[in-house]
């Protein structure tokens, strides 16, 4: 089974960039949609972006289009989250997620997904 890990996440102040980055192990993404959540101190998991690794089509939350982007990365077992304009609501702990057979009207649902990494902390000064 894939398992996920995420590196990348820092502080960084309002404006700047960060790359996250979610890789497996032991396996490759091949027929997965892999996405990004986050979850900020007192507020619920939110949908940030997602994409089929196969087709590479993506889909990202209103709150993030246009700063956010995510993408494969260059060796099979990654993926990308490149986010610039950063803003301090943007502060939150940054999830991959993974699964097969995820449906379109499912892809920004957390239940979705059963496989998830461990969280990298975003912290973004104003």
């Known amino acids: 089974q894939v398992q996920l890990v995420e590196s990348g996440g820092g502080l960084v102040q309002a404006g700047g960039s960060l790359r996250l980055s979610c890789a497996t192990s032991?396996?490759?993404?091949?027929?997965?949609?892999i996405a990004w959540f986050r979850q900020a101190p007192g507020k619920e998991q939110e949908f940030v972006a997602a994409?089929?690794?196969?087709?590479?089509?993506?889909y990202s939350a209103d709150a993030v289009k246009g700063r956010f982007a995510i993408s494969r990365g260059d060796a099979q077992n990654t993926v990308i989250l490149q986010m610039n304009s950063l803003k301090p609501d943007d502060s939150a702990v940054y999830y991959c997620?993974?699964?097969?057979?995820?449906?379109?009207?499912?892809?920004?649902?957390?239940?979705?997904?059963?496989?998830w990494g461990q969280g990298t902390q975003v912290t973004v000064s104003s």
């Open positions: 032991g396996r490759t993404f091949n027929g997965y949609t």
């Open positions: 994409i089929r690794w196969n087709s590479r089509h993506t």
């Open positions: 997620a993974a699964d097969t057979g995820v449906i379109l009207s499912n892809i920004r649902s957390r239940a979705a997904y059963d496989i």
